[in-house]
């Protein structure tokens, strides 16, 4: 009897861990498809609103903290990109904030041009790196 106690327990607290690890997974993947109307822009595109809320939906759904990072391409003054990272991180989580998601689970931080993905000096890797990243905190 101990051990189906014990074993239900377990795999009621692995259930739990795959959860929060696809929950994890699934902000990831719809964050990096939030995009702005240009690269100096901090006006989201149309569908950025739908993803958003994507996200809320994810968020509701547990109490873990999270940290909204935004990224910009080296392109540019260095301290503008930085201004313009900031100022898109704070957008994130006031539409967050918006939906219903309490602002002391989130937390903001611009990185400017500081941590590209991509190094390569295109047009398209300077796109890969303006980039949203919403992560849970540990």
Known sequence: MK???ILAAFLCLHLNQLKAQSSDKKIDELSSKIKFKNSQSITLKKDAYTILDSIY???VKNSSHYIIESHSSRRGNSEENLSKTIRRAKLIKQ???KRGVSP???SCK???G????VSAPTRVGALENER???QKKE
């Open 114 to 117: 500081t941590s590209p993905i």
């Open 132 to 134: 949203i990243v919403i």
């Open 57 to 59: 939906l994810v968020l």
């Open 104 to 106: 002391s689970r989130l």
């Open 110 to 112: 611009g990185f400017g």
């Open 95 to 97: 539409e967050l904030v």
């Open 3 to 5: 051990f189906k106690v």
